[in-house]
C-alpha cells in the first residue's frame, strides 16, 4: 500500500488530453518528461483565449486590446517571480529557452567580466548547453574551464568543488539537477564557494523549476536559467532570472525595439530593466501560457509535485533492481535525486530498446542526452532515460518495465541480447 | 489481450541484418589506408570508422568498425560485402541506389540485385527516425572517396 497521496494523478491525468492518445496501437505511457512536458488543457486554452480574445503587441498601443495583452504579459513575468521567489518582476527576463538564457549570460556579463588567466568553473554533468557557451568564452577570451568532478556513485564531488573554486574563478556555472543522472547538486554550497572568492554563481534550472520548490534568494543565485515547456508550459519560452545588482549594470546584447530608451541616427540609450534584454517583439502568448503553467503548478504546491516523484522514483528504482542485464546510471538512492532514471543495456543498444519499446507506446529518450562528455565518462556511447511528472503513476512504471522484459526476450530471441 | 512485439519489429530486424550485427564483416583495420574517414550521427552517437584500400580506381579492400545501435553497424558490414571489389564510380551509384531505396523508391529487380544483402535494411523504411543510422556508413564511404577519388 502505498504511503498518502501527494497528488491527484487520476484528475491531473483528465486534465492533459494527448494521455489518451494511442500509439502504435497501445495508450500512450509518456516517459520522456525531461525532454519536454506535456500540456494540461489549463496552458492550451491560455493560448487560445490570447489569440481569440486579445491578440496584440505589448508595450505600444493605448487600445483596448494592446492594454490587455501587456496586463497579462507582464502578470505572467510576476507569477514566475513569485513561482522562484524573485525579488522583483525586472529580474525575470524572458527568452526562448534555457540555452538563449545560459548564452546571453555568456555574452553579456562574462564578456565584461572574463578575461585572460581567468577561470570558469562548471560540472562534468551538464547538459551540452552549459558546457559549450563557457568553452567558447573562454576561448575568445583566453580564460580556462575547469570541470567539477562525478563521483562514484552518481553526486557532485563538493571536495573537488572546493579545490577548483579559487580567487581566480569568475563564474561558477552548474546544473541543479543533472537530466541524465538526475542528481540534484547542492547549489547552495556552491554558490557559497563562489561568492567567497568574489565569484557569481549561474544554475541552470532547467530540469529542477518544473519538479521541486525553488527560491533563488534562499539559494543566494546570482543567474538561473530554466524553459517553460519542461513545466507544463509552451515551447519557444524561456527565463532568466538575474540578481537586480548585476542586471542593473549588464550591457545589453541584442539590439532592437523594446529595449531602447530614445533613439537618434547617432546612438541610443537603454530601456530599464527588464526590457533593455527584451529586444523586439516578444513572444506574448507563450509568456501568458507559462503563466498558466505555472497557476497549475502553484495549485498542486511545488512540495507535493517533489514529494510525488520521489516517491515515483524510489518505486521505479526499486522495479528496475529486478531486471537482469541493465546498468543503472547515477544514483541508486532517492536522496537528492529526481524523477530520472537513465539506464543501458549490457549487449542491447538504446535507440534498438526505444524502437522497441515505441511498438508498445512507450515514449522513452534515448542516444546521448545532449551530455557526450557524461555519457562516455561512463563509458558508453549512448543510453536509454525514463523522466517522470506530475502525471505518471507506479501502473505506467509497470508498463515500462514489462516492455523492458518483452524487449529483453525480443531481442534475445533474436540473438542480440 | 494484446499482441507482443513481432510483427513490424521483424520486418526491421531481419535474420540478415541480425547476422551482421552480431557477426560484423570486414573489421580487420588496415595500416596504410588510402582513405580513412570517422563519421559519427550528431543525434545519436553513432560512430563508423571506415578504411579504404584503393587500387587503382577499384576498391581492393574495405573495413568498418564502430559503435552504435543493431541497424548502423550491420548496414556498415553489410556494405563492405557490396562494395568490395567495385570501381570508385559503381560505389557511388550503389550508394545512390540505397539511398533511394531507404527514401522510399520502388526497388526493381535490377537494383534488388545489386544491393544483395543489403536489401534487407528496406524494414528499415518504415521507422523514419532510424533511416540515418541506415545512412550513416554510407555517407563515410562517400566521404572517404571524395578524399582519394573525387567524383568525375
Redesign the interface.
Known amino acids: 500500500m502505498s504511503p498518502a497521496k501527494n497528488l491527484d494523478v487520476e484528475s491531473i491525468r483528465a486534465d492533459f488530453p494527448i494521455l489518451t492518445r494511442q500509439v502504435n ?2 495508450t500512450l505511457t509518456y516517459l520522456d518528461n525531461a525532454a519536454t512536458s506535456q500540456k494540461p488543457s489549463q496552458v492550451i486554452q491560455s493560448l487560445v483565449d490570447y489569440y481569440e480574445r486579445y491578440n496584440s503587441n505589448v508595450h505600444r498601443g493605448v487600445h483596448t486590446l494592446s492594454i490587455e495583452a501587456t496586463e497579462a504579459y507582464e502578470d505572467a513575468r510576476g507569477k514566475v517571480q513569485r513561482f522562484i521567489n524573485a525579488p522583483s518582476p525586472e529580474s525575470i527576463i524572458w527568452t526562448r529557452n534555457t540555452s538563449e538564457s545560459l548564452n546571453l549570460v555568456a555574452y553579456t556579463w562574462a564578456e565584461t567580466n572574463v578575461g585572460a588567466g581567468d577561470e570558469i568553473v562548471t560540472t562534468a554533468m551538464e547538459h551540452h548547453s552549459d558546457i559549450v557557451p563557457w568553452q567558447q568564452l573562454a576561448m575568445r577570451k583566453g580564460a580556462t574551464l575547469k570541470i567539477i568532478r562525478e563521483t562514484e556513485n552518481g553526486r557532485l564531488d563538493m571536495e573537488h568543488a572546493a579545490e577548483l573554486i579559487t580567487e581566480r574563478t569568475k563564474i561558477v556555472a552548474t546544473t541543479h539537477m543533472s537530466n541524465v543522472l538526475g542528481t540534484v547538486v547542492d547549489v547552495k554550497a556552491l554558490a557559497d564557494a563562489a561568492h567567497a572568492v568574489g565569484a557569481v554563481i549561474l544554475i541552470d534550472a532547467a530540469q529542477s523549476v518544473p519538479h521541486m520548490p525553488v527560491d533563488v534568494q534562499a539559494l543566494d543565485c546570482d543567474f538561473m536559467a530554466f524553459s517553460a515547456h519542461k513545466m507544463l508550459g509552451p515551447t519557444g519560452i524561456g527565463v532568466l532570472y538575474g540578481r537586480p545588482e548585476i542586471l542593473e549594470v549588464m550591457p545589453p546584447w541584442m539590439f532592437g525595439g523594446d529595449m531602447i530608451l530614445e533613439v537618434s541616427y547617432e546612438d541610443a540609450s537603454w530601456n530599464d530593466l527588464p526590457y533593455r534584454f527584451e529586444a523586439g517583439t516578444p513572444n506574448i502568448a507563450d509568456a501568458i501560457a507559462t503563466g498558466a503553467a505555472v497557476d497549475y503548478l502553484e495549485a498542486l504546491g511545488m512540495d507535493n509535485v517533489w514529494a510525488h516523484e520521489q516517491q515515483i522514483t524510489a518505486y521505479a528504482l526499486d522495479r528496475f533492481s529486478e531486471l537482469e542485464g541493465i546498468n543503472l546510471l547515477g544514483p541508486r538512492e532517492v536522496e537528492d535525486k529526481g524523477a530520472v532514471i537513465s539506464f543501458s543495456h549490457e549487449s542491447v ?4 530498446l526505444g ?2 519499446l515505441d ?2 507506446g512507450i515514449a522513452i529518450r ?3 542526452h545532449c551530455a ?1 562528455p557524461l ?1 562516455r565518462s561512463h563509458g558508453i ?2 543510453a536509454a532515460r525514463a523522466s517522470f511528472y506530475i502525471y505518471n503513476n507506479e501502473a505506467e512504471v509497470d508498463v515500462l518495465i514489462d516492455g523492458l522484459e ?2 529483453q ?2 531481442f534475445s530471441k ?3 541480447a | 489481450m ?1 499482441q ?3 510483427g ?2 521483424d520486418e ?2 531481419q535474420e540478415v541484418l ?1 547476422d551482421h ?2 557477426n560484423p564483416r570486414n573489421t580487420d583495420r588496415m595500416d596504410d589506408p588510402t582513405s580513412e574517414v570517422d563519421a559519427i550521427n550528431p ?5 563508423i570508422h571506415m578504411q579504404l584500400g584503393l587500387d587503382g580506381d577499384k576498391v581492393a579492400s574495405i573495413s568498418v568498425t564502430g ?5 548502423s553497424q550491420a548496414a556498415g558490414s553489410l556494405l563492405t560485402e557490396i562494395v568490395d571489389g567495385k570501381t570508385t564510380t559503381e560505389a557511388r551509384e550503389l550508394r545512390e541506389l540505397f539511398r533511394e531505396m531507404m527514401t522510399g523508391e520502388e526497388v526493381s529487380d535490377e537494383v534488388a540485385d545489386r544491393l544483395e544483402d543489403s536489401l534487407a535494411l528496406q524494414g528499415v523504411r518504415r ?1 523514419p527516425v ?1 533511416i540515418k ?1 541506415a545512412l550513416l556508413s554510407w555517407s563515410a564511404l562517400i566521404d572517404a572517396l571524395d578524399k582519394v577519388a573525387p567524383p568525375n
Open positions: 496501437g497501445r543498444h538504446s535507440h534498438d524502437t522497441a511498438q508498445l534515448t542516444g546521448h557526450m555519457i556511447v549512448s518483452e524487449a526476450r525480443y533474436a540473438g542480440i | 494484446q507482443g512485439l513481432g513490424e519489429l526491421l530486424y541480425l550485427y552480431r543525434f545519436c552517437g553513432d560512430e559503435q552504435g545501435c543493431s541497424i521507422f532510424r543510422c
